[in-house]
């Protein structure tokens, strides 16, 4: 199947720091990536729809000055969570389409922890 | 609005039994895909099975199977013969045009040795 890489796996950050996530298909092009958030034992919250060369499309709700989105290639795009705070520590996780664009296959997810 | 809704938090089955995982959900749209996805420990999404709206036979992946009932928009995973690797958390999870996944609140399956 499709394999989505993202990185890092997990990362900790002062507040006020930026921090950046990658995610990666690694052997597929995906025009459309999604970047999903999940608290513990909580389900999976989409954050925004990422298009190649085109801008994010923001969920309701999610502030796009924070959580800033770039589909500079087919196969990349990158997750910035700008001047972190203690409330964005979280487990992130991309998807990308697949080749039939059907499904979605998932990266490995990032927990982020703001100290 | 599309939702997914999965009523049972948790649940627990032998290991070599079978188990069924509720799943009902509400769209508007006529075609549409559901999925069933597994999160283990690791926390890695795994897609364990998918369903297209359009066909009426239930997909079948080995051990899993799902019984889709179109009309009451009901989508449940059937696990047979239960194994130790099975345990984790599932959700159900639709994708209709705007190929956007809403998801569950999932069911943490565990399973008995």
């Known amino acids: 199947g499709a394999v989505v890489s993202q990185h890092p796996s997990w990362v900790i950050c002062k507040s006020g720091t930026s921090v950046k996530i990658e995610c990666r298909s690694l052997?597929?092009?995906?025009?459309?990536m999604f970047w999903y958030r999940q608290f513990p034992k909580q389900s999976l919250m989409l954050m925004a729809t990422?298009?190649?060369?085109?801008?994010?499309?923001?969920e309701q709700g999610v502030e796009k000055d924070k959580f800033l989105i770039n589909h500079a290639s087919l196969t990349l795009s990158t997750l910035t969570v700008t001047s972190a705070h203690p409330e964005d520590s979280s487990f992130y996780i991309c998807?990308?389409?697949?080749?039939?664009?059907?499904?979605?296959?998932f990266g490995q997810g990032t927990r982020l922890t703001v100290v | 609005a599309q939702t997914v809704t999965q009523s049972q938090p948790e649940m627990s089955v032998q290991e070599a039994e079978t188990v069924t995982l509720s799943c009902t959900y509400d769209?508007?749209?006529?075609?549409?895909?559901l999925f069933w996805y597994k999160q283990p420990p690791s926390r890695q999404m795994i897609l364990v099975i998918r369903?297209?709206?359009?066909?009426?036979q239930n997909a079948t992946e080995n051990r899993f199977s799902v019984n889709f009932q179109k009309a009451a928009k009901s989508f449940s995973l059937k696990i047979s013969d239960s194994q130790l690797g099975d345990a984790a958390m599932y959700f159900c999870?639709?994708?209709?045009?705007?190929?956007?996944?809403?998801f569950g609140t999932g069911t943490l399956l565990a399973v008995q040795p």
């Open positions: 052997d597929f092009q995906a025009t459309t």
């Open positions: 769209t508007s749209e006529s075609d549409y895909y």
């Open positions: 369903q297209e709206a359009y066909k009426q």
């Open positions: 998807s990308a389409r697949d080749l039939q664009g059907v499904g979605a296959f």
């Open positions: 990422s298009n190649e060369g085109s801008k994010a499309t923001y």
């Open positions: 999870a639709l994708r209709g045009a705007t190929n956007k996944l809403i």
